[in-house]
């Protein structure tokens, strides 16, 4: 492997992919030697890798046509958009590459909303510990100094609060003028697999009703039916005022998506925002076929069902390690918080050929495909219980055990 003419921008193991298949990774040739992809790219490729759907959808149009412009009209672009604000309860969607763009555009339409409001410095409330991407604008947003270090000076305009707290939110609202924007994840996913208490969006839809502000739901890793609904608001029926998503939605292909409802969609004209490359041919052709896909499989159901079991069966195996402060999640969004720093974590278990990360320091966080198995799920489960075994063995850790 020779990476000196990459940026040293990421901390790679020393492993290089040769194909997929489902839940599997192959370094080479040989069938035997495989790795259980339970990260899926981070909650990227939800259909597993080579999906036959999307491989084939992809294949055709590649062959048909790739990319125009959106100067022409894109029939798929159209018919995806339509789909996905059905799904969403959304009016209107504006299509880029990744869930940063998405975020970029989302807080543009903050802006436009505030100045239409004749309130240019009614903030954007943001919580402590999120992510919301690595653009300067998302980044000013994110909740998390680890990753502004050295960038500075960011954004301004974003107001900060503790998760999962109304109070906060509700102090600066009546602090600020009307015509701001909330912007939060419901669940803080690289924050540690944050799941805030039951009716915390419905309080921030009243709160931003009662004070003339949006209510913007990053949705990037949490949508397309990863928690078992196609969207993390849908648990609580609650409605948005934009949501943003980008992972799961063309199972590895790049694509984003910001989408909202009228009169918020409207607040964009001609020539106020775009991307190049977002919504063309290729990419909303695999969108489609992704989205088929889940819905024809009842992979949202399975999501949720398979999440509880592998939730139950965690804490389960894990209850008798002191290193071991929490296991939580919702649908196939699961992590393990750990007593202390566990980044040799992921290097045992991909000893044992399973594919995990660690978020937040402490928190290994799992995100297996919508389409795995319940053995696959019985072996990763195994795997990273012994691993943990090890880990606490080797390291000491210190804090209580699981209830």
């Known amino acids: 492997m020779d990476s000196k003419h990459l940026m040293p921008t990421y901390a790679r193991k020393p492993i290089a992919f040769w194909r ?73 969607a504006f299509f880029c590459n990744s869930g940063a763009e998405a975020n970029e555009a989302a807080i543009k339409l903050a802006r436009l909303h505030a100045h239409d409001n004749k309130a240019p410095n009614a903030p ?12 300067l604008a998302a980044l000013s947003a994110t909740g998390n100094p680890a990753f502004q270090t050295g960038f500075d000076p960011l954004v301004p305009g ?29 669940i803080q996913c690289e924050g540690g697999i944050n799941i805030p208490a039951p009716g915390y969006l419905a309080g921030l839809r009243e709160l931003c009703d ?44 790049p694509i984003g998506v910001c989408l909202a409802r009228q009169p918020v969609a409207e607040l964009f004209s001609p020539g106020s925002h775009g991307s190049t490359f977002g919504g063309n041919p290729l990419a909303c052709r695999a969108a489609l076929a992704t989205l088929d896909t889940i819905e024809n499989q009842g992979l949202c159901t399975r999501a949720r069902e398979l999440g509880d079991s592998m939730l139950s069966a965690l804490r389960e195996k894990l209850s008798g390690q002191s290193c ?18 566990c980044s040799t974590l992921v290097d045992l278990c991909l000893e044992q050929k399973l594919l995990v990360n660690v978020t937040a320091g402490c928190v290994v966080r799992l995100l297996p495909p919508l389409i795995m198995e319940q053995e696959h799920a019985d ?25």
Request: aromatic content about 6%; charged content about 20%; overall charge negative.
């Open 124 to 135: 954007v409330i943001v919580t402590e510990n999120s992510f919301h991407g690595r653009t």
């Open 324 to 341: 071991v402060k929490e296991v939580r999640g919702k649908g196939l969004i699961l992590g393990i918080e750990m007593a202390q720093p």
């Open 20 to 92: 997929g298949e489902g839940v599997w990774l192959y370094p080479g040739t040989e069938d035997e030697d495989r790795y259980l992809d339970a990260l899926s790219g981070f909650a990227v490729c939800g259909l597993g890798h080579a999906h036959p759907a999307v491989s084939a959808a992809i294949a055709e149009q590649s062959a048909h046509l790739v990319h125009t412009s959106n100067l022409y009209t894109i029939p798929l672009q159209e018919k995806l958009a339509a789909r996905l604000c059905q799904l969403s309860g959304m009016d209107a």
């Open 379 to 403: 072996w990763a489960i195994s795997v990273l219980a012994d691993c943990i075994g090890r880990f606490a063995e080797t390291d000491k850790p210190v804090s209580g055990a699981l209830p």
């Open 210 to 253: 009662h004070h003339g502000a949006l209510l913007i739901l990053d949705e990037v890793q949490t949508g397309n039916g990863r928690t078992g609904e196609w969207f993390c608001y849908q648990h609580e029926g609650v409605s948005p005022d934009i949501v943003v998503t980008a992972k799961g939605l063309g199972n590895g292909v």
């Open 158 to 186: 974003f107001v900060h609060v503790p998760y999962d707290n109304l109070e906060a939110v509700q102090a600066v609202l009546e602090a600020s003028p009307r015509g701001g924007a909330v912007l939060v994840e419901p």
